[in-house]
């Protein structure tokens, strides 16, 4: 069974930094592109980047241009969301997602509140 | 900016039909876009229904299907039932490695 972990969520003051984490298991992690996806409150999701199987390719929605940074470690099937410049329209529960297009499966998510 | 538009509610009776649709602020959504469909209810996870259009992820009731209407992208539930109430959202993949949510449906069964 997929499953999808996420830690590192947390109260972060504007101008902080969070890193975020998403243990993988039950899949092979290497050939998998991965996604972060997030929401914030009462409000509709939102692709926030992905990485490609060997980290040559990452894509980030323009509000996180410059400021977040996705990497992935293929041995430990862990992937990575670094936070920096945070700001308080980026509170949000972020979810960690097998896949690009399509999200093959999903966790349950890490809530970051920034304040 | 891309906007990927999607109808802000429907209301559907029990065992009866609805049909949510994604479209484009500007220009058409072809099967080029790799629509995919995702459920949520409220505090939960989302779970993938449809990919590629119209193919079904593992498991999903074949109630949901997917397909191109016109212009748009759509997600046909056929014979809704009380747990089907929930957001639906849409995916569009816009190419360069950027993909854009819909601004999601609340589907109401009553």
């Known amino acids: 069974e997929v499953q999808l972990v996420e830690s590192g969520g947390g109260l972060a003051p504007p101008g902080g930094s969070r890193r975020l984490t998403c243990a993988a298991s039950g899949f092979t992690f290497g050939p998998y592109w991965m996604s972060w996806v997030r929401q914030a409150p009462g409000k509709g999701l939102e692709w926030v980047a992905n990485i490609n199987e060997d980290a040559s390719e990452k894509y980030y929605v323009d509000s996180a241009k410059g400021r977040f940074t996705l990497s992935r470690d293929n041995v430990k099937n862990l992937l990575y969301l670094h936070m920096n410049s945070l700001r308080a329209e980026d509170t949000a529960v972020y979810y960690c997602a097998k896949g690009r297009t399509p999200i093959y499966a999903w966790g349950q998510g890490t809530l970051v509140t920034v304040s | ?110």
């Open chain 2, 1 to 110: 900016q891309t906007v990927v538009t999607q109808e802000p509610s429907f209301s559907v009776s029990p065992g009866g039909t609805v049909t949510l649709t994604c479209g484009l602020s500007s220009g058409s959504v072809s099967t080029t876009y790799y629509p995919s469909w995702y459920q949520q209810t409220p505090g939960q996870a989302p779970r993938t229904l449809i990919y590629n259009t119209s193919i079904p992820s593992s498991g999903i009731p074949d109630r949901f299907s997917g397909s191109i209407l016109g212009n748009k992208a759509a997600l046909t539930i056929t014979g809704a039932q009380a747990d089907d109430e929930s957001d639906y959202y849409c995916v569009l993949y816009l190419g360069s490695g950027i993909s854009v949510f819909g601004t999601g449906t609340r589907v109401t069964v009553l």
